[in-house]
């Protein structure tokens, strides 16, 4: 199969790319780019006013398949990723039952070929059940093509145990994804604890909850040599163990998601929005300006959704009682280029750093780029797109986004997996 994608912007900063220019595709694979890229035969696009990106990837997903496909399954998430302007993500294990042995590894990747043309990546559970207590199948987990280990949702409670599974981790040279959560803590806590906890009436949960397990993590990723990438990431003092942790040269990356980055803690109300509750809880306003400066510093490596959908009779129980989680997938990529990209606290280039290359160098990916000889994964967007958030018109089973009634400018309207399109003219193929 032969395509010519013409008169875009190409952005790419791993091949120092920024111009207009044609994408030449061949058999999957792009053949060139430039001006004068051409095809002697094959189809031919005019996507004039565009910018084309290398792929991006979202390396934080809940996909909800085995086990619960009433939220999401491989291929409805697939959509929302196409939809989202993703080529590529990475689904967490906790599932149900949780992805702790080879064959539910192999049942995901199996599956997801025929679900859906998103590239779907799978990490295992760190341990058994997600329990904490032993650690599950890494090996055999890894052998079928895991290609990170987390217990997120949880987070290993046992210093021990993680720091055993992380001895595992670096013999296979793959990265622990950590969900930093101190579970004694947090206890019942559901919002950040502080002034808008005490007014709602409703249990805090401390930010120190989170930063002494990313201290802990550090300790042990330089204790063991095991890459340790820090999941959502939400506070200031948390950004500054992981600043610190890279000043000393030690194997610790992090994530941040768009809710962290663009909502705080006062954006809940007593309308009490459950749509608002997630794990770990909006915190303050300072702290979104410390994730907002730490990304654009690159000491946050990357943009990730976090992605969790709800059924709708699960978020319309009493806020205590909803379970936590806010969709992501299909609006990222526009809430960071209405809220970053277009005021300009962050170029394109840096964009695609944090959203395309970064997530695959963590995890020890193949990289894509607009160069000659890649895989033809390619998102691109239409910089001027205007669109509201809504609660309907979702790729995703669920609508239980915390962005809902927000107008965004800038939207993905094309990706290409493979040189095929998974979204064309903004329509999920």
Known sequence: MALLLENLRCIDPSVDLDMLANIAI????IVSVGPDAAIEKGERRDLSGKIALPGLMDMHVHLRDPGQEYKEDLTSGGNAAARGGFTTVLAMPNTSPVISDGSQVS??????????????????????????????????????????????GRGVQDSGILRLAMDYCRQFNVPVLSHCQDES????????????????????????????????????????GCAVHIQHISTAKG????????????????????????????????????????????????????????LIEGVIDCVASDHAPHAAHEKELEFELAP??????????????????RPGLLSYQLLISRMAHA??????????????GSIADITIIDPNELWMVGNEGWQSKSANSAFAGTE???????VYVGGYASLQNGEVL
């Open 185 to 224: 803590l947090v206890g019942k806590g559901v919002v950040n604890e502080g002034v808008v906890s005490t007014r709602l009436g409703l249990a805090g949960w401390p930010a120190v909850a989170e930063e002494l397990p990313i201290a802990r993590d550090i300790a042990l990723a330089e204790l063991t």
């Open 324 to 341: 936590f989680g806010t969709t992501g997938l299909e609006t990222a990529l526009s809430l960071v280029l209405d809220r970053m990209v």
């Open 239 to 294: 950004v500054n163990l992981v600043r610190a942790a890279k000043e000393r040269g030690l194997p610790v990356t992090c994530e941040v998601t768009p809710h962290h980055l663009f909502l705080d803690e006062n954006s809940l109300d007593t309308n009490y929005q459950t749509s608002l509750k997630m794990n770990p809880p909006l915190r303050t306003k300072a702290d979104t300006e410390a994730l907002q400066t730490a």
């Open 26 to 29: 061949k058999d999957g694979k």
């Open 408 to 414: 965004l400018c800038g939207r993905a309207t094309d």
């Open 107 to 152: 049942y995901v990747i199996n599956r997801a070929q025929n679900a859906t043309k998103t590239r779907i990546y799978v990490a295992g559970a760190l341990t058994r059940g997600l329990k904490g207590q032993s650690l599950a199948e890494m090996g055999d987990m890894y052998q079928n093509g895991a290609v990170a280990f987390t217990d997120d």
């Open 359 to 372: 997530p695959r160098s963590i995890l020890g990916l193949e990289p894509v780029s607009l160069a000659a």
